[in-house]
């Protein structure tokens, strides 16, 4: 979805209420601002609300505010003359007359400058604006779709946001749910992200297995659809590679990409909370500890905590450590469990 297709997927009552809003703004020759979590789809809603006016013909252009600095934002924006700073060696269109009978797409416009600001609120009030280190006041036709994931309002009591440029922004606010609320997106577009890289690997995509859809669907997705779709292709690719044709399980692992005993720092964090466990667990002990006793305890603490966690389910007790049902089922009965999960026989 996300840099990969301008489709808008999902079918939860929050979101097509969103694009309900987007439908019925579209068409407004004003300001409008998208508000939404990283990686809600900010910029996507922005490109519909282009095409659904009346300016669809002309450039959808777009910058993300937050990539730049006060004064290559400023150049950005309004363009700037030769000899306005530092190796400018020739004048420079900014990206206000490049959007002429157009859109532009402001991204993170809370992190820009209140010199910046001041020169939006001009714009955005009579159309006028001047390049950097230039005389001459000049004019563009543009519609000006803003985004952010601030509250601004908070910003301009703490004074960090013009008020008045506020003002005329927000001459309508789309907000876009996050991705937990939206029952049924998740995996709706875990397939769709997880059939693009089939694609990619030249493969038919087998799905997801039932417990992988409830595990996705049940994850809060902090970074919304953008971590949604990374952990998807993710999980797909080391899947299909390994077992092309069965269905794709869901592993707690792929969720971090980082996740490495070798990453840098990894090895002192587990020195340090392997001491912690063997102070804990032999402080009662004089002498040397058996290694085996000890993996032995934390195998079964491990299984317990498996087991515990899923009602007493088995297999999805597996799946939670990581292990295939056989394996789960060779612990089990290494450590003697009774018929009662959970419980080893007296």
């Known amino acids: 979805m996300i840099g990969e297709t301008t489709q808008l997927i999902g079918e939860a009552p ?15 020759e004003r300001p409008i601002l998208v508000i939404g979590e990283r990686g809600t789809g900010k910029e996507l809603i922005g490109e519909r609300l282009h095409f659904l006016s009346k300016r669809w013909e002309g450039p959808f252009v777009k910058v993300n505010c937050a990539a730049l600095s006060e004064q290559l934002l400023d150049s950005e924006l309004f363009g700037h003359e030769r000899g306005a700073f530092t190796g400018a060696t020739e004048q420079r269109k900014g990206r206000f007359e490049l959007a002429d009978g157009g859109t ?30 230039g005389s001459r006041v000049l004019t563009t036709n543009v519609r000006i779709v803003a985004a952010t994931n601030m509250h601004l309002p908070d910003m301009v009591e703490r004074g960090e946001f013009r008020a008045d440029l506020l003002d005329r922004l927000a001459f309508d606010v789309i907000t876009l749910p996050p991705l937990r609320a939206r029952p049924g997106d998740a995996s709706l577009l875990a397939d769709f992200f997880a059939r693009r890289i089939a694609i990619e690997m030249a493969q038919d995509f087998p799905g997801f297995a039932p417990s992988a859809i409830a595990a996705i669907e049940g994850h809060d997705w902090p970074g919304n659809v953008r971590e949604l779709r990374n952990f998807a292709q993710r999980l797909a690719h080391r899947s299909m590679l390994v077992a092309p044709n069965e269905p794709v399980r869901f592993d707690p692992a792929v969720l971090d990409p980082f996740a490495s005993p070798w990453r840098p720092g990894a090895a002192k964090i587990v020195e340090t909370e392997t001491r912690t466990h063997l102070t804990t667990e032999t402080s009662a002990l004089h002498g040397p500890i058996d290694f085996n006793t000890e993996i032995g305890r934390l195998e079964l603490r491990l299984v317990d905590e498996a087991l515990a966690a899923n009602q007493g389910h088995q297999g999805r007790a597996a799946e939670t450590l990581g292990l295939t049902y056989h394996q789960f089922r060779g612990l089990l009965k290494k450590h003697g469990y009774g018929k009662k999960p959970g419980k080893p026989d007296a």
């Not at 929050?14 to 579209?26: D, G, K, P, T, Y």
């Not at 993170?108 to 280190?133: D, H, N």
């Open 104 to 133: 532009i797409f402001l991204d993170e416009i809370a992190t820009a400058s209140r010199a910046v600001q001041e020169k939006l609120l001009r714009i955005v009030e009579y159309g006028e604006f001047q390049r950097l280190g």
């Open 14 to 28: 929050a979101w097509l209420s969103a694009q309900e809003h987007v439908s019925r703004v579209a068409p407004l």
